[in-house]
């Protein structure tokens, strides 16, 4: 039996790589929602807007003290460009996400692809822009009609890490397969294998309820659309899907911990 058990020492290290490592990775903290609230620029007072304004903050604050033209248009094209890169980086998360399913690939490219392609649009409009009014209207687009910040962030990693959740327990699964094979062995063998059988029963469980919390999140996360966010519909099913990925995080952990002591019982 100890010769089964090192053999499997090596895909059960390869796991908790994929657990610590994959199915965990920097979700985007729940965003607090605030009504919308023009500021002396024209972007609206959100905590995403908040942030937004650490990154072009000199822009920000030329744009507060004289709401000029040209300082209104500066905070727009650095709003802007900032996103793109966001986009940019976003876009590299996804294609080098392993765990993602192709459809679930294919989602969140397109929602980065349009959410470039409208925000370069509205760049060239803030570019051409030659009133305070008409400035003011395009900032307040950057923020409400993209949620770059807010939502499409989110909808990336909590996706990936559903995902990444799922291939774990799928990895997991076929541990346990193996593990229930070595106590089949150990009991033909005449050894008693009743404490290994019931960390078995509880790896599988803490797999299964894994698979569980994260069950159609991906799917309800990919729907959603910065108009649902504005409407308040969308933050409720982020933070349902944060709350199911960090408690299927857990369950992996206790599916691993079980097979660590499955893996001792028959030693």
Same mark, same amino acid.
Request: glycine letters at 6%; one cysteine or more; hydrophobic letters at 50%.
């Given at each position: ?23 965990? %990775? ?13 500021? %002396? ?11 937004? #304004? &650490? ?11 004289? %709401? ?13 460009? #900032? ?14 996400? #392993? ?48 949620r770059i910040y807010a939502l ?90 944060? &709350?199911?990925?960090?408690?299927? &995080? ?13 893996r001792a019982a028959l030693r």
């Amino acid at each position: 039996m100890r010769r089964y058990a090192i053999r499997i020492a090596g895909p059960l290290t390869g796991i908790v790589l994929a657990v610590v490592i994959g199915a965990a %990775p920097a979700l985007a903290a729940p965003a607090r929602q605030v009504s919308p609230a023009a500021s %002396p620029a024209g972007a609206p007072g959100q905590a995403e807007e908040l942030n937004a #304004r &650490r990154h072009c903050v000199r822009e920000w604050r030329a744009a507060k003290a004289e %709401p000029t033209v040209e300082h209104l248009r500066a905070v727009g094209l650095c709003e802007i460009d #900032r996103r793109l890169v966001t986009i940019q980086r976003l876009e590299g998360l996804v294609d080098g996400a #392993r765990a993602l399913t192709e459809a679930h690939a294919t989602a969140l490219e397109a929602i980065l692809d349009h959410s470039a392609a409208g925000l370069r649009a509205l760049r060239a409009e803030i570019e051409a822009d030659a009133t305070v009014g008409e400035l003011r209207a395009d900032i307040e687009a950057i923020f409400s009609d993209f949620r770059i910040y807010a939502l499409v962030t989110r909808q990336v990693h909590l996706v990936r890490a559903a995902d990444t959740v799922d291939a774990a327990a799928v990895r997991l699964d076929g541990l346990a397969d193996r593990l229930a094979a070595a106590i089949e062995e150990a009991a033909a063998s005449g050894n008693d294998v009743t404490e290994a059988r019931a960390h078995l029963g509880a790896m599988r469980a803490a797999i299964d309820a894994a698979q569980a919390e994260v069950a159609g999140d991906a799917d309800a996360v990919l729907v959603l659309t910065p108009a649902g966010w504005n409407a308040g519909t969308a933050k409720p099913v982020l933070d349902a899907a944060h &709350r199911s990925v960090v408690a299927a &995080r857990a369950d992996l952990k206790t599916a691993l911990a079980e097979a660590r002591a499955v893996r001792a019982a028959l030693r």
